[in-house]
Each structure stands twice: as C-alpha cells, then as structure tokens.
C-alpha cells in the first residue's frame, strides 16, 4: 500500500493561523505533504513601505527586479518560520513560490504550482480566506479541496504568539 501524497496550497493570509496548521500536522501524520505557501499581502505591504511599484495584470502581481528581491526575502521569511513550525514533521516539504535560479529570481504564484503539479498528487487541498473565488481552479481540477477559513481580527492575537 503506497502512502497518500497531499499538496496543500496555503494562502499568504491564513499561513500562520493555528487552525490551519493544526489541520496540516494532522494531514501529515498518515501522508506525505508538500506545502505551497503564499504571502502575497505581506509582499504588498513590504513593496509599498519601501516604495517599489507594481501592478496586477490577470491577479498575478507584477514588480520590478528589486522587486523580487524583496519577493525572495520574504518568501524565505516565511519558509524559516514554516520550518519552525513544522520541525519533526520529517513528511512535510515547504514549496516557495520564489526561487533564485542560475542566479535569476523566479517568482510563480501559488495557485500556478497547484496547476503545474496536480498529477504529482493523490490529494490536493487549498486553504484560503473566506470571500476569495477559486471557481477557477475547481473547474480546471474537479477533486480539489478548498477550504474557506475565515481571516478575523482575532486570529492575530494568536498568530503573533506563534511566531
């Protein structure tokens, strides 16, 4: 009997919330579990402070190359603290959406690994905030699982003691 391989989308919003990551170690105790995270609203925040421009074309953002330098910094923020998080979990791998390659930044969005990689998959499970449409993704790819969570002031509280 061959074991379960899960991949679980996280949004960048629900990354932290207890809930959620409550459910993925669960996930984890009887499968093999890839985590693509997001982190798109931190990004947005850290572009506008440091006053870097971009844009949306088609829901994917868009920046310049110091742009994806900050894309690459805070994607390996989360990693670090998803690492953390997730320590003993030997059956867990963190997919970052930003990656240097050949010393390029290559930033793909997380939705965009689900449909790259759904084959490689017995399982696929998206968690995101409550009023977001995946209608998309669920006509593309019929079987996944989307999760709605909701995203409240009172969430914070507890995912700043996490982290």
């Known amino acids: 009997m061959s074991i379960e391989t899960i991949l679980v989308k996280v949004s960048g919003d629900l990354v932290k919330n207890p809930d959620v990551l409550g459910e993925i170690k669960d996930l984890a105790k009887s499968a093999l579990v890839d985590i ?13 402070t440091k006053g870097i421009p971009f844009t949306y074309v088609d829901g994917i953002r868009k920046t310049n190359e110091e742009g994806l330098e900050v894309a690459l910094a805070v994607s390996e923020k989360f990693k670090n603290e998803l690492k953390t998080e997730f320590s003993g979990y030997d059956n867990i791998t963190l997919v970052s959406p930003v990656e240097k390659v050949n010393n390029k930044i290559v930033n793909t969005n997380s939705d965009e690994i689900v449909r790259q990689r759904k084959e490689e998959y017995s399982r696929i499970i998206i968690y995101t905030k409550e009023g977001r449409n995946k209608d998309n993704l669920k006509r593309e790819i019929p079987n996944i699982e989307i999760r709605y969570k909701p995203w409240a002031t009172c969430l914070l509280k507890k995912q700043k003691e996490l982290f």
Do not use: H, I, Q, V
């Open 36 to 48: 693509a995270y997001g982190f798109g609203t931190e990004l947005s925040n850290e572009l506008k």
